[in-house]
């Protein structure tokens, strides 16, 4: 039965998010505490983990279409889990360059106000993501318009981090290797939250049927509206 197949699919999808969390976490905590062999762990063994993870997932789909060529909702949820499949492949990447950058940090003196800008960004990243899989699991289609319009928050904390950083190179040329890294590192986070957001914005074209990549502002006025009537019911 379809069903049963989907039912194995999305349990699998759900384990591969688990595993690109796990890599996110390792990547900060191994810049945070300069773990070199926490780093190296995220590098040699999870990239390859996930690569691994990826390629079946995308056999399964394939194998599904084929064996029942399912129609309407079952076939967007299987073309929806194939995207995902490919933007948490494309996350581990990501976190294997923050390794990269940690990596290279290692021996330097810590940044320590950078450092606490770039946990707090990868706190809220790492919110994203769990939501964003805690919405398909749940099939919750107002907590992936929630995750949509955290997009913003994102950008906004990545562009304050990223003047930061400029401005000291500015005042410090010796630092410039230093923010150079922490930039890369900044970048490959926003990078995760941009998809995660589409995720986020699969679960309810999957749910619907409705493409929603191109209307982000209008989410963000809904989720707004949303929050400021459940404030004013609670006054």
Same mark, same amino acid.
């Given at each position: 039965?379809?069903?049963?197949?989907?039912?194995?699919?999305?349990?699998?999808?759900?384990?591969?998010?688990?595993?690109?969390?796990?890599? #996110?976490?390792?990547?900060?905590?191994?810049?945070?505490?300069?773990?070199?062999?926490? #780093?190296?762990?995220?590098?040699?063994?999870?990239?390859?983990?996930?690569?691994?993870?990826?390629?079946?997932?995308?056999?399964?789909?394939?194998?599904?279409?084929?064996?029942?060529?399912?129609?309407?909702?079952?076939? %967007?949820?299987?073309?929806?889990?194939?995207?995902?499949?490919?933007? #948490?492949?494309?996350?581990?990447?990501?976190?294997?360059?923050?390794?990269?950058?940690?990596?290279?940090?290692?021996?330097?003196?810590?940044?320590?106000?950078?450092?606490?800008?770039?946990?707090?960004?990868?706190?809220?990243?790492?919110?994203?993501?769990?939501?964003?899989?805690?919405?398909?699991?749940?099939?919750?289609?107002?907590?992936?318009?929630?995750?949509?319009? %955290?997009?913003?928050?994102?950008?906004?904390?990545?562009?304050?981090?990223?003047?930061?950083?400029?401005?000291?190179?500015?005042?410090?040329?010796?630092?410039?290797?230093?923010?150079?890294?922490?930039?890369?590192?900044? %970048?490959?986070?926003?990078?995760?939250?941009?998809?995660?957001?589409?995720?986020?914005?699969?679960?309810?074209?999957?749910?619907?049927?409705?493409?929603?990549?191109?209307?982000?502002?209008?989410?963000?006025?809904?989720?707004?509206?949303?929050?400021?009537?459940?404030?004013?019911?609670?006054?």
């Amino acid at each position: 039965m379809i069903e049963e197949q989907l039912n194995k699919l999305k349990a699998k999808i759900v384990g591969y998010a688990y595993h690109v969390e796990s890599m #996110l976490n390792k990547s900060i905590r191994g810049l945070v505490e300069k773990n070199s062999e926490l #780093l190296d762990e995220v590098i040699r063994h999870d990239e390859k983990s996930a690569n691994k993870q990826e390629m079946n997932i995308d056999k399964n789909c394939v194998v599904i279409i084929a064996q029942y060529s399912p129609l309407a909702i079952n076939l %967007r949820t299987i073309l929806m889990i194939m995207k995902m499949n490919n933007d #948490l492949e494309r996350m581990a990447d990501h976190c294997v360059n923050i390794c990269r950058s940690a990596l290279d940090l290692t021996d330097e003196p810590n940044q320590m106000s950078i450092l606490v800008s770039i946990q707090s960004i990868s706190e809220q990243v790492n919110k994203m993501l769990k939501d964003s899989i805690n919405s398909f699991i749940e099939n919750d289609i107002n907590l992936a318009k929630d995750v949509c319009s %955290r997009d913003k928050i994102i950008d906004e904390s990545k562009n304050n981090l990223m003047s930061e950083l400029i401005g000291i190179m500015h005042n410090d040329k010796s630092l410039i290797n230093i923010s150079l890294q922490y930039i890369d590192i900044t %970048r490959n986070l926003e990078r995760i939250a941009d998809l995660t957001t589409n995720i986020a914005e699969d679960v309810v074209f999957a749910i619907d049927g409705v493409v929603i990549k191109h209307h982000k502002k209008e989410i963000q006025n809904e989720i707004t509206i949303e929050r400021e009537s459940e404030n004013i019911n609670k006054q």
